[in-house]
């Protein structure tokens, strides 16, 4: 069975630090593209940033590059992501996403709230 298990998210105010963590169970991890995704209130999911199978190649859309940073530990299953100088557009439910076509596994979310 396969899970990926997000953790990390919470209240925080415009400016500050989260650091999310995906735990992945079930899978062979390092043969999978890792990913996360967000979604806010009224959008679409989005891709927030990728990270390849050995960790070598990273991507992020444009609006958190220089902020977000995707990590990966394939020895603990885990992929991280830092967020810093967050603001009120970076509140979303956070989704990890495991790819290894046609395998595409997601977590259940985590809530990131940038408020005051």
């Known amino acids: 069975q396969v899970q990926l298990v997000e953790s990390g998210g919470g209240l925080v105010q415009p400016g500050g630090s989260l650091r999310l963590s995906c735990a992945a169970s079930g899978i062979t991890f390092s043969l999978y593209r890792m990913a996360w995704y967000r979604q806010a209130p009224g959008k679409q999911r989005e891709l927030v940033a990728g990270?390849?199978?050995?960790?070598?190649?990273?991507n992020y859309a444009n609006s958190v590059k220089g902020r977000f940073t995707i990590s990966r530990d394939n020895a603990k299953n885990m992929v991280y992501l830092q967020m810093i100088s967050l603001n009120a557009e970076d509140t979303a439910v956070y989704y990890c996403n495991a790819q290894n076509s046609p395998h595409d596994y997601w977590g259940q979310g985590t809530q990131v709230t940038v408020s005051s």
């Open positions: 990270i390849s199978r050995g960790g070598s190649s990273t």
